[in-house]
């Protein structure tokens, strides 16, 4: 079965400092995964996928198999960061629906 | 190009009603999908279609959830009758043959 696991629900950090959003997910093929947020009073969007492995917004996020981890970084958060991040992970051949995390929402202070 | 469209945008109702969301995805988009985001999760599949057929509907509880895309473009969900646990925000997406999904604002349910 898939599962993605977001082990924090609130992340707070002043701006400037490093960011790292933890993702670990549980699949048993060849996974897709992906990083959506959602900014206040937006819809849902994505940010990024492993596949493209390029940064968006500064963000990175790299694919570790032998982990099972698909952890977001920045190395210096900006207060437009703040936001609700997802971490989703997509089926195999024929289905391509997402599963999601829970969530984690990032607060970046002055 | 215009986003996916949904409404209403709100929604309160009592239990045992029922209730009925419209989504329109992007033109061109073959593939559509319903989730359920209840307050403090990340989005649930509902059901998957591809054009008018289903694609995966193994979430959708099927006693009192029903979809359907008649036509291939906009899709309704209807849940009769509703339950409190029904409450949450439901997301329509849509996809171009399986790639990036774009989702619409959502629809806040409320059952009392």
């Known amino acids: 079965a898939q599962r993605v696991t977001q082990p924090e629900k609130l992340l707070s950090v002043f701006k400037g400092a490093p960011v790292e959003l933890k993702c670990n997910y549980s699949?048993?093929?060849?996974?897709?995964l992906f990083w959506y947020v959602q900014y206040s009073r937006q819809r849902l969007q994505l940010l990024l996928r492993?596949?493209s492995r390029e940064s968006i917004k500064g963000f990175t996020a790299d694919l570790n198999k032998g982990e099972t981890s698909f952890h977001l970084k920045k190395p210096f958060a900006q207060e437009e960061d703040s936001a609700m991040y997802y971490c989703?992970?997509?089926?195999?051949?024929?289905?391509?629906?997402?599963?999601f995390g829970s969530g984690t929402r990032l607060q970046v202070q002055p | 190009e215009a986003g996916v469209a949904q409404s209403p945008r709100y929604k309160i109702i009592e239990k045992r009603q029922s209730v009925a969301f419209w989504c329109n995805p992007i033109?061109?988009?073959?593939?559509l999908y319903w989730y359920q985001q209840i307050l403090g999760q990340g989005p649930k599949l509902l059901i998957q279609?591809?054009?008018?057929?289903?694609?995966?509907d193994s979430q959708l509880p099927k006693d009192r959830f029903s979809a359907e895309r008649l036509k291939g473009v906009d899709s309704t969900l209807k849940i009769q009758p509703a339950k409190l646990e029904d409450s949450a925000v439901y997301l329509c997406?849509?996809?171009?043959?399986?790639?990036?999904?774009?989702f619409g604002p959502g629809t806040r349910l409320t059952v009392t």
């Open positions: 989703a992970l997509g089926g195999g051949t024929g289905r391509r629906a997402l599963t």
């Open positions: 699949y048993s093929g060849s996974p897709e």
């Open positions: 279609f591809q054009n008018n057929g289903v694609v995966d």
């Open positions: 033109s061109g988009h073959a593939t």
């Open positions: 997406a849509s996809s171009l043959l399986g790639n990036e999904q774009y």
């Open positions: 492993h596949i």
